[in-house]
Each structure stands twice: as structure tokens, then as C-alpha cells.
């Protein structure tokens, strides 16, 4: 596929829309919005036909002019047809409450009435909405209750909408990878490592031991498991923490680490809200060049 999303909308929303591209772009979305794609001297129908088969989704956008808009229904009948193939994945967004046809009524919608719940919308918007896949987040900080951690947990739920991080000890750090290896292993699934998606794993090194912290990320990036090889890091440290003299790391890894995702600990409770926001969609970059890749 060209394109991960297709917006189907009225004219009159175009600047709306426009934010939802430009959002979308910054979390890895290759879109497609007809402003931007079709031509001078294109056919308009058909450059609408393009776009839509050589997209993933389409994301309708719901208000009272659109529902009435007979370039939107005909997007998404064209859509719909595609669909019922498997071949296209449907996704209403609401941008105003307005009655929805019988035909859209029964998909799951994304509520965008609520503008401060915006960056939380477009995540899901992304995943599970286009990928069709969830983000997981964990980390070895089961039964910890320092107040960096609390802040970070309260960060992901007020940023996020994700209302609690996956918290392990970290003397299980062993038993985590060893059941990724080996999961046929264990008579009954661990639930909590045994999900769909994509996973990202937060560290603090000066909690769960700096050298035991490298080990085990160096054990997940040498992995033949996709499970394993395909996990996002994030640190959680200090401000320059890998420049420090007493970290007891090699050169070649403090500079290799050095370039990893770090959430910077902080008093400032929305300065580390802003920092997580920048990081997250640093994140879903990624994980979206991973989904590209495999889609060629």
C-alpha cells in the first residue's frame, strides 16, 4: 500500500482535517488528502479511486454537512466495497454529533468531540485504528513507589490515556525474555507478556542495576525473535545521564545507548508531559516503519 490512511471529508472541514494529516505525519502516517494529491489536470473521480485502493484505511469524517455530501458517500461506498473484500479498514471520526447512516453506524467510531482529548484520539486513530494492533507498555518496576515513578505512571495516563504501565520486578528480567524465547514452555500463557502488538519497555538503569539493564536489552536486540528484536526502549534518567563519568558502561555503550528514547526525570510535571508527548510520537514513528515495511 501507497498510503496508511485515505480522509474522506467535506470542504468546509478541510482546515480540521488539515491538522489531522499534519498529526498523523508526525506519528509515521503516510496520508492521503485530496488537497495534497490530486493533480491540475487530474480526473477527480479517478484520482479519489487511486487513492482509496492504495490505501490501508480511510477515515470518514463525520459532521452534519458531510453525512449530506455526495462525494463522501460515494468514497465511502467505493470504500465499503473494498472492505467487505478485507481490503480496506473503515474508521468514522466524529467531529460533530450528527446522525449516521445504518452503514457506518455499526463500526466503532473515534470520538473527536472533545478537543483536549486530541493527541489521544489521533493515537488510536493509528493504533489499533489503521494497524489494527495495540502499543503495550511495561517495565521492571513492580512494587515500586518512589515518586519519579508515580509522576511517570500519572504521565502516561494524562498523555496517553494508557492508565497504568505493566510493572515487573527486576529480578524477572530472565524469566521475561526466556518466556518470549520459549512460550510453548510455560503450561499457562503469563497474560501480561502474552498480548498482541507491539511492546515498549521502560528502564531506569540506576533502578534496575546499570549492567544488568544492558545485558538484557543487548539479549532483546541480538534475538532471532521478532518479539524480542522488534522492542522499543525507553529510558527514564536524568538529564545527561550517559554523559556521566561514574556510569559503569563501556565507551561503545554509553554512546550506543546515548541514542536511545529517554524521558528525562523531572520536578516539572508538565515539562515531563511535553517530553513524553515528543517521545511517544518519536515511538509510533518506528513502530510505523515497522508496519511499512512489512505492508511492501
Known amino acids: 500500500m501507497k498510503y496508511d490512511i485515505f480522509l474522506s471529508y467535506k470542504s468546509e472541514d478541510h482546515a480540521w482535517v488539515e491538522n489531522i494529516k499534519i498529526s ?6 503516510s496520508v492521503w488528502l485530496d488537497k495534497h494529491e490530486i493533480r491540475p489536470g487530474d480526473l477527480f473521480a479517478q484520482a479519489l479511486e487511486n487513492g482509496i485502493q492504495n490505501s490501508r484505511a480511510i477515515a470518514v469524517i463525520v459532521t452534519p454537512q458531510s453525512m449530506k455530501s455526495k462525494w463522501v458517500q460515494e468514497e465511502f461506498s467505493r470504500a465499503l466495497s473494498l472492505a467487505n473484500k478485507g481490503k480496506i479498514n473503515i474508521i468514522p471520526c466524529v467531529l460533530q454529533q450528527a446522525k ?14 472533545d478537543e483536549s482529548l486530541f493527541d489521544r484520539n489521533i493515537d488510536k486513530l493509528v493504533f489499533p485504528g489503521i494497524t489494527g494492533k495495540t502499543i503495550h507498555v511495561e517495565s521492571f518496576t513492580y512494587g515500586v513507589r518512589r515518586s519519579d515513578w508515580l509522576d511517570l505512571q500519572k504521565g502516561f495516563y494524562d ?8 510493572g515487573l520486578s527486576p529480578s524477572r528480567m530472565s524469566e521475561w525474555t526466556h518466556y518470549k524465547k520459549h512460550p510453548n514452555n510455560y503450561p499457562t500463557p503469563i497474560s501480561f507478556l502474552n498480548h498482541e502488538g507491539y511492546t515498549v519497555v521502560v528502564i531506569d ?25 522488534n522492542i522499543v526502549f525507553v529510558f527514564y534518567h536524568p538529564p545527561d545521564f550517559f554523559k556521566s563519568s561514574e556510569l559503569n558502561l563501556p565507551e561503545d555503550l554509553k554512546n550506543r545507548f546515548s541514542h536511545y528514547y529517554v524521558i528525562e526525570k523531572t520536578l516539572d510535571i508538565d515539562t515531563l508531559k511535553q517530553n513524553m508527548r515528543t517521545i511517544w510520537n518519536s515511538v509510533m514513528q518506528d513502530l510505523m516503519r515497522n508496519e511499512q515495511k512489512r505492508k511492501k
Open 24 to 29: 498523523l505525519q508526525k506519528r509515521g502516517v
Open 100 to 113: 449516521i447512516p445504518g452503514f457506518l453506524s455499526s463500526r466503532h467510531y473515534i470520538d473527536f468531540t
Open 159 to 166: 498523555v496517553l490515556g494508557n492508565p497504568y504501565i505493566s
Open 205 to 229: 538503569m540506576t533502578l534496575h542495576g546499570v549492567l544488568d539493564s544492558a545485558e538484557f536489552i543487548l539479549e532483546c536486540r541480538n534475538s532471532k525473535e521478532s518479539e524480542l528484536n
